[in-house]
């Protein structure tokens, strides 16, 4: 029944210390486990429950919040189209068929192929590049059917850097040894803190 | 609830002037003053979470009426509200609209219709029409989330009572709200259900019909409902209950908020086992051993039981008659049995416990605290059964007082539900507790400075059924050294053990917790003969019984066989009693080997009083007309007083309790008129106390030789009592009985875990299931007291002051 690797069990619980409360840790542990088996499964939340001492339904109650949590398998590619108004206005409600029809699944469906996922998003803060989408979550502005036809057939031939589940966890959270600084009096700051230096682990 | 600051201050609720307590919230204010505000989310007993908004009312703090959430704003001075304004009416009316939106509204088939806040505030506040045209949210309805409680997602407006209960109250965090937005929903996490103690209180707090009780499904409508408020005696806590009942049957039991007890809450076994009173199997008429055939009982009329009883009793003679049990029956049942067997049988041989509790003189006679007293201390030690499993509601209770000053540290052998909440759980090997404790207060542990100095309440009792009453002792006796300024609360889980006890149900002991040689001359009056030397406890009447030295045994709705620790004593009783007089509801083990069985009534069909733990007494009140020709077991006493010559000369409940008033110095001055009037709504403590209880110093215990293990045993709240496995939709809540020992034990000794080893005691040798378990301590062995599949009383020898165990492969 254990989920995580011996590596990734490792990792949880220099997470866990990061945190005065265990519980914490909950949100990080999830995105571990996303990152390990590209979507959440049952025995990964109720190891994270066990790992930060609460129940399995209270990992399951915060999981099912985030809808980039994934409870079941997604595709390589997970493709969010915008519905809100200004999309919807300029036609998002036509590319979603489009893209339905093109890759024969329903909206919040996976390709046989496991290749793609289709999903309506809310408003993704592109309002002015509508009707928009985005893939594995970054943006592609103004998409007409034909934009997206040739996007998938190129997603689909080359092999692209993405990983498999599609979701945030490229970037893993990196906090640095200066994150217990405390309050800095105002006079004291001469520039940002030393972390927003750091290089960003890519 | 918390200690509320002196000062008032002084806010405007509807145009008058009230005072409110600074911190508390406006709904709270406003309820104390008698204008409702409607509500779903909040509840008194939980923190204000706001999530419903049914609360809003207009509010003007100086900057003019804006709409607050009265359940999240906290009075302040001056501040000016009004619960009529039009803008609150027009909140009022949209947040119901809102609530109705994908409420399926089938009232019709519901179990809440009739009795249902959405549907009583939707009319008396909601906006008399629905503009709502699109199609609802559909679920499959309704899903089970645990063995007694349904979910309809369809119905849910998501308030947060239960969940907010499960985590906050119960500590059982298991349903949880799980998507967002519109998918919102409560959920149990796949495989793991909502199997709390305490899931049937998510049903009485959920304000519209989402969650159901499996049993009361479809059983009654609330209009047809009759209603008492009642006692539950199932344990000893005496939780208030309304009990309500449909065409004389019971059907319902709903917590009744009092202060001093259960905060409304209650356990699922005291709200569901009514099912037991309802049942089939119920004793209807008394039965006689067959002449013909020892095999065979016999119905019989009321006339001849009572006088093969009676002949029985007259037969043996006052020294070789017992009575066995009596704290499942009412105070006047224990009053007038208690004084049968003295002043008309003339024997001392009563007992109300079973070998599996605490002498009478040290639960009478120590300080006594109240559940109050606990939840306010500074520190409760708790040294005796898992509460969790035998009082569930005084863990709740403690559970939630460790979230303020109070702080829990208990002691003992096995792990416990405590353990989520204490400050420190000490294990120690069983029978080793009053030394342990002695060593934490003489160590310089933190811990003992904070008990010698700060308020202590001790609930003690037994940690194990595999110990005698003596470890027990032991802790009393150093608490009392040690810890003076210490109360107590003892752990005895039977119904009405304390107010048997206060009956004088125990060898030695007089009404009003008096002894023997010092009897009231107002009992002495009534009474005429008290036997003056102390009679024999249950341990010692059933060796007595065994070795021949006792010819007739009354068990007052008594299981020795199932209940006192040492089966094989009880069985070598039964098998060289001449008679054994059974009363009670079921054929239990024991009753099954009687010779004349008398059937009396039960829960729900009784009235009088029940004293709990505390000392404090309730009222019981009947409900229902109970089955075929049962009666009251103080009829029965009467009955048989009148058969052996005497005369008991009560003729009613109140008659017996104006006799106990009189002849109890303790109960002096509780009268009829008072425990029939409102203050009996929170019970009516009796305190003080005549008797000084003879405490043993510790002792040290017998060493274990090294293929031995301790063997300790706890009882669950779900096992194979009478009530339970005569209440269809609990019985099948009892684990198998699985004897657990540490991994390193069992490795120690070549087994492996899920195998079937020979256990040996010096009682029996029998073939049990091991399991290992991590948080089981090493040397000792664990095995549940009353589970299906045999309990751990085969293995117990009642006489030694703990038990050890061998195990074999097989
Ligand atoms: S099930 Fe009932 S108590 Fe629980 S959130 Fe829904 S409405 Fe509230
Ligand atoms: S805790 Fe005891 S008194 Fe309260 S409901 Fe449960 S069984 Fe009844
Ligand atoms: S509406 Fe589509 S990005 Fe804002
Ligand atoms: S009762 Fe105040 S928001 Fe629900």
Redesign the pocket.
């Known amino acids: 029944m254990k989920f995580f690797t011996e590596e990734h069990l490792e990792l949880a619980d220099a997470i866990i210390a990061r945190y005065p409360k265990p519980r914490s840790a909950m949100i990080p542990l999830l995105h571990l486990a996303q990152e390990q088996a590209g979507w959440i499964t049952d025995d990964a939340m109720a190891e994270i429950a066990e790992l930060v001492g609460t129940s399995s339904a209270e990992v399951l109650g915060t999981c099912s919040f985030y809808e980039m949590f994934k409870r079941s398998p997604v595709g390589k590619y997970v493709i969010n189209i915008c519905t809100t108004m200004s999309c919807a206005l300029l036609g998002a409600g036509e590319l979603m068929e489009h893209a339905e029809r093109r890759l024969g699944v329903r909206a919040g469906g996976t390709t046989e192929d496991g290749m793609f996922t289709i999903e309506g998003a809310e408003c993704q803060a592109a309002c002015t590049e509508a009707p928009c989408l985005q893939v594995n979550y970054r943006h592609r502005y103004r998409v007409t059917s034909d934009q997206f036809d040739s996007m998938i057939e190129e997603l689909a031939s080359t092999n692209h850097d993405v990983p498999d589940h599609g979701v945030l966890s490229r970037i893993r959270q990196h906090i640095p040894e200066d994150r217990f600084v405390g309050a800095v009096p105002p006079e004291d700051v001469v520039s940002s803190p030393a972390w927003m230096h750091d290089e960003k682990v890519d | 609830m918390s200690d509320m600051p002196p000062s008032e201050v002084v806010i405007t609720i509807n145009g008058a002037e009230v005072e409110a307590h600074p911190g508390e919230m406006l709904?709270a204010a406003a309820d104390r003053v008698g204008v409702h505000i409607p509500?779903?989310?909040?509840h008194e007993r939980m923190s204000s979470v706001?999530?419903?908004?049914?609360?809003l009312v207009d509010v003007d703090t100086g900057r003019g009426p804006m709409l607050q959430?009265?359940?999240?704003v906290p009075v302040s001075e001056g501040m000016v509200v009004d619960s009529e304004s039009e803008d609150t009416r027009r909140a009022q009316e949209g947040i119901l609209e809102f609530l109705l939106v994908n409420h399926p509204l089938d009232c019709p088939v519901c179990d809440k219709g009739g009795e249902c806040p959405l549907q009583d505030q939707t009319v008396a506040y909601g906006p008399g029409e629905s503009r709502f045209i699109e199609e609802k949210r559909h679920y499959e309805k309704p899903i089970p989330i645990s063995d007694l409680v349904d979910l309809d997602r369809e119905r849910c407006i998501l308030?947060d009572r239960c969940t907010r209960f499960a985590d906050e109250i119960a500590g059982d965090p298991l349903i949880q709200f799980t998507e967002r937005g519109n998918a919102m929903q409560v959920l149990t996490f796949p495989g793991e259900p909502f199997s709390s103690y305490f899931s049937g209180n998510t049903v009485q707090l959920c304000p519209v019909g989402a969650l159901t009780a499996a049993p009361y499904r479809f059983k009654a409508r609330p209009w047809d409902l009759e209603q008492v408020e009642s006692t539950c005696t199932t344990c000893s806590l005496g939780c208030r209950v309304a009990v309500q009942s449909s065409r004389n049957e019971l059907v319902r039991y709903l917590g009744v908020d009092v202060e001093s007890v259960n905060h409304g809450w209650l356990c699922d076994k005291g709200r569901f086992n009514y099912e037991a009173v309802n049942s089939d199997d119920r004793l209807t008429t008394p039965l006689i051993r067959d002449k013909h055939d020892q095999h065979q009982l016999l119905g019989t009329d009321w006339g001849s039981a009572l006088a093969q009883a009676a002949q029985a009793i007259q037969q043996a003679g006052p020294e070789r008659v017992g009575i066995i049990g009596g704290s499942q029956l009412t105070n006047e049942d224990a009053y007038v049995w208690a004084k049968l067997a003295r002043s008309v049988i003339g024997t001392d041989n009563v007992d109300a416990q079973l070998g599996d509790g605490i002498p009478a003189d040290v639960v009478l006679g120590l300080p006594a605290a109240t559940i109050k007293d606990a939840c306010e201390a500074d520190t409760v030690l708790i040294v005796g059964p898992d509460l969790k499993e035998e009082l569930p509601i005084l863990h709740l209770r403690l559970r939630v007082a460790t979230k303020g000053k109070t702080s829990v540290i208990e002691i003992g052998p096995t792990a416990t539900g405590a353990d989520a909440y204490a400050q420190r759980s000490i294990r120690c090997r069983s029978g080793e507790a009053a030394r342990t404790l002695l060593a934490l207060l003489e160590g310089d542990d933190p811990l003992a400075k904070q008990l010698r100095e700060g308020s202590v309440v001790a609930v003690v009792g037994r940690t194990s059924m595999a110990e005698s009453a003596t470890p027990a002792l032991e802790v009393a006796s150093v608490i009392r050294d040690r810890l003076p300024h210490a109360t107590f609360l003892p752990a005895l889980r039977r119904g009405n053990v304390r107010g048997a006890l206060d009956m004088g149900l125990a060898p030695g002991i007089l009404p009003g917790r008096t002894t023997i040689d010092q009897p009231s001359e107002s009992l002495t009056d009534k009474w005429k003969i008290i036997p003056e030397t102390t009679g024999l406890d249950t341990t010692g009447m059933l060796q007595a019984a065994a070795s021949g030295r006792l010819d007739t045994l009354i068990l007052l709705g008594a299981d020795p066989l199932r209940d006192f620790p040492d089966r094989n004593l009880a069985a070598e009783a039964f098998q060289y009693a001449t008679t054994i007089i059974a009363i009670d509801n079921f054929i239990t083990d024991s009753v099954a080997q009687a010779d004349v069985i008398l059937p009396s009534t039960a829960y729900g069909e009784q009235g009088g009083t029940t004293t709990n733990i505390e000392g404090r007494i309730s009222r019981l009140t009947p409900k229902v007309t109970p089955p075929g020709t049962v009666r009251d077991d103080w009829m029965i006493a009467a009955e048989l007083a009148w058969r052996l010559g005497g005369d008991i000369g009560l003729g009613s409940r109140q008659e017996i309790w104006r006799e106990i008033e009189q002849v109890a110095p303790s109960h002096a001055g509780v009268t009829v008129e008072r425990i029939c009037g409102p203050e009996a709504h929170e019970g009516i403590l009796v305190e003080g106390t005549s008797i000084e209880p003879t405490l043993p110093p510790p002792q040290e215990s017998p060493v274990i030789d090294g293929y031995g293990l301790r063997l300790v045993s706890g009882r669950k709240l779900w096992d194979a009592g009478t009530n339970i496995s005569h209440s269809p939709s609990l019985k099948h809540l009892a684990e198998e009985s699985t004897l657990r020992v540490h991994p390193s034990d069992l490795q120690r000794l070549g087994v492996s875990s899920g195998a079937s080893v020979r256990v040996i005691s010096t009682r029996t040798t029998e073939t049990v299931v091991a399991v290992a378990d991590e948080s089981i301590l090493r040397g000792t062995a664990v095995l549940p007291f009353n589970q299906p599949g045999g309990g751990a009383n085969r293995f117990i020898d009642a006489t030694a002051h703990v038990n050890d165990i061998r195990i074999e492969t097989l």
Not at chain 2, 50 to 55: L, P, S
Not at chain 2, 69 to 72: D, K, L, Q, T
């Open positions: 709904i509500r779903f989310c909040y706001g999530m419903c908004r049914m609360c959430p009265s359940c999240m308030c």
